[in-house]
């Protein structure tokens, strides 16, 4: 009995000659492929409430976006897994919300760096969450000192608002458009973080904003995400070539 073969699927074949290709993706390659001292770009983020509009994992996207069109800035720099769990505690009111805190957080990544710095030359945290601060100014400079060439880079938007308002909406909406729920987006608390920061850090952010929402997404687009998102990839690798640290280990430009 005669058997027809399938015709081949074009898309499988590409799907598959694309992940044989292992480019800049740490975790793609095989370790003789690995060049000598590379630089490897950890995108950091976390799982947090974003409002009733953002996912969770909104930090983390956004972390991953900049890395990834950062990382053909560096010749043969690796762009590593993200770690994706962070310092949170300040959104644990809301559902969601996974916080391993600033003690686990410092403790990940003086141990991943210390791992990493054994075959890497440099190693670059991309970080997407601004409750991760305390924990990469107490690890960063820890494991330069201990003669690591580590350094940490803020995904952050000069004169953006806090939270989920009209600065993460637009960049989500350039970097993961599905991910945004444009209808259900609602404004939080306005009034200037540093006026209302003592509530935040006694009561957390459902004391302050009971929508999660630290500004307002009004008047958020695509086109100003994509504005402002080109300007941060600019400033990463700006600030990744000329790899100048502050005592903090945080990259200036």
């Known amino acids: 009995m005669h058997r027809t073969e399938p015709a081949p699927d074009p898309g499988r074949a590409a799907y598959a000659a694309a992940m044989s290709y ?9 370790w003789p492929e690995i060049p000598a001292g590379p630089l490897v770009v950890v995108p950091l983020g976390a799982v947090e409430q974003h409002g009733h509009h953002l996912p969770l994992s909104t930090d983390t996207s956004v972390a991953c ?10 010749p043969g720099a690796l762009l590593a897994p993200a770690l994706a769990y962070g ?3 300040e959104h644990e009111g809301f559902p969601g919300t996974i916080s391993i805190g600033t003690e686990a957080l410092t403790a990940l990544l003086v141990e991943y760096g210390r ?18 601060f305390d924990a990469l100014r107490a690890a960063v400079p820890l ?9 940490w880079f803020a995904c952050g938007v000069p004169g953006g608002d806090a939270h989920a308002g009209r600065t993460e909406t637009s ?9 945004v729920r444009v209808g259900r987006a609602v404004a939080g608390v306005t009034t200037p973080i540093g006026r209302i ?4 850090r006694a009561e957390g952010v459902l004391g302050v904003s009971p929508t999660g929402v630290l500004g307002d997404p009004a008047g958020a ?19 990744g070539r000329s790899w100048r640290v502050d005592p903090s280990g945080r990259l200036v430009g």
């Open 221 to 239: 687009s695509a086109d100003e995400g994509a504005a402002l998102f080109a300007d941060l990839v600019d400033r990463l690798v700006v600030a």
């Open 87 to 89: 310092a949170s505690g």
């Open 143 to 151: 494991l330069r000192s201990e003669g690591r060439d580590v350094a």
């Open 197 to 200: 920061l003592p509530q935040l």
């Open 115 to 132: 791992s990493a710095a054994r075959w890497a030359g440099r190693l670059l945290l991309v970080n997407g969450h601004g409750g991760n």
């Open 171 to 179: 960049l989500m909406l350039h970097v993961e458009p599905d991910g």
């Open 22 to 30: 292992p480019g800049p993706y740490l975790g793609r390659v095989a």
């Open 65 to 74: 976006a900049a890395a990834e069109a950062a990382i053909e800035a560096f």
